[in-house]
């Protein structure tokens, strides 16, 4: 068996690798490493960690990132041999997403969505590394009076989700739990992708998804 890891920063990941045998084959893959961004408070947790996540990534076999840039920074915060890391970029196959035009616009009917107002999409986790409240944020403040639907798909702590529907204006369309059909009819229903997270989070998929259904 081989044990697959990830995000040396993640205190599960630490407690599986201390419940390994000394023998176990096993490999952790890293997300993204943002060695600039966060609060000064999210620096000095994440400085305190550091030997915990350096103990980590000499416990695997081999250290998996998602890309050259990546492999940089790891190489920048941790001591690690560059043969023990590997470029797997993340990947989607494109046929997978093929949506019909008319589960396009069945997803529109089923969720009030008009196809003849420019839709704005966002695909991802409702927490503060995704920046969501930006989005929200930036079309309030220079877009008020535009006529835009914006599309937020994911899911995330109660509370916080709660903040970002009070801040949304009507224009906003919260959807969570989305079956993969779903999902991919939205991509093909927007006309636009955003992207807010941080600087350091490799290669989301999202990009893959949304860069497949062409969307800018």
Known sequence: DIYH?????????LEGILSLDSDATSVITVHGIDISGGSRLIKILN????????????????????GEHERVNVHSIFDVCDSDISVIPNAIHP????VPPEAVEEFRQSYGISPSIPTILYVGRFVDVKQPDLLIEALNDYRPDE???????????????????????DRFIFLSNLVFEELKAAYHAADVFTFLGSTGEGLPTVLLEAMNARLP
């Open 5 to 13: 890891f990830h995000d040396p920063y993640l205190l599960p990941t």
């Open 47 to 66: 400085r305190a960690y550091r030997p915990l996540a350096q103990y980590v990534l000499d416990s695997v076999d081999k250290i998996i990132v998602l």
């Open 95 to 98: 046929e997978e997403y093929d």
């Open 147 to 169: 006529l835009w639907q914006v599309v937020m798909v994911g899911t995330g702590d109660e509370s916080y989700v709660s903040s970002l529907q009070e801040s949304a204006d």
